[in-house]
């Protein structure tokens, strides 16, 4: 089994939609949290750390359910500039590195 | 303050050759993670240097060699080339502490195997 699941999409979604994305993680000392974003043949780049009390961001709000291991993040009034891929990143301490999921595809259209 | 840079940005070499890509931290960072990212995944973790040695390793053979220098910089070594090899290579730097992490992707290495 994977380190971290995703759902690779695409997910299609008209300009000003709401869209949510899950990822599940499998090891349970996982003890950070990320959602990077990367943009065709650019690196990764952090969007946002997720905390287990959830957080927001302007339109991106991101939650952690620790007991049933997934973390999930929501755009709200989706922008075409939104159109990328969003990986979910775990830390788990006791490895001390970074588990990346494959990545979800978004493409916002107008 | 500069982020984290890597050199070259693309390069083409054929099979059988071997490849040093590099990574300079970005400031203040002591931990250098490189990955490889094939087209269409996400990135895969090769290994992790910290005080100058390796800390840990992904499911790379032992073609994949690495070096960390006093200054914290380092490199990433492919020696006898496939075209297997041929991805997207990331350095991530990040400060080594317990728990919360980020990290700072350079804009990669773009290695063609032909």
């Known amino acids: 089994r994977k380190e971290v699941e995703q759902d690779p999409g695409p997910f299609n979604v008209p300009e000003g939609a709401t869209v949510a994305f899950n990822c599940t993680y499998s090891?349970?000392?996982?003890?950070?949290f990320f959602w990077y974003r990367q943009d065709c043949r650019k690196e990764p780049k952090l969007l946002m750390s997720v905390y287990s009390s959830g957080n927001e961001d302007g339109r991106f709000t991101a939650q952690l359910n620790r007991a049933s291991q997934y973390i999930s993040l929501l755009i709200r009034d989706s922008k075409l500039s939104d159109s990328a891929t969003y990986l979910c990143?775990?830390?788990?301490?006791?490895?001390?590195?970074?588990?990346f999921g494959s990545g979800t595809k978004l493409n916002v259209k107008p | 303050d500069a982020g984290v840079t890597q050199s070259p940005t693309h390069l083409i070499k054929t099979r059988g050759q071997q490849v040093t890509l590099r990574c300079s931290p970005k400031s203040g960072h002591d931990t250098v993670s490189w990955y490889q990212q094939a087209l269409g995944q996400g990135p895969q973790f090769i290994f992790q240097y910290y005080e100058e040695e390796e800390r840990q390793r992904g499911n790379f053979p032992d073609r994949f060699s690495g070096h960390q220098f006093p200054n914290y910089s380092s490199e990433l070594n492919v020696n006898a080339l496939l075209l297997g090899d041929s991805a997207l290579y990331l350095c991530?730097?990040?400060?080594?502490?317990?728990?919360?992490?980020?990290?700072?992707f350079g804009q990669g290495t773009r290695l063609t195997v032909v």
């Open positions: 090891n349970s000392a996982s003890q950070s």
């Open positions: 991530a730097s990040s400060f080594d502490r317990a728990g919360y992490s980020e990290a700072f």
């Open positions: 990143v775990v830390f788990p301490y006791n490895f001390n590195k970074f588990y």
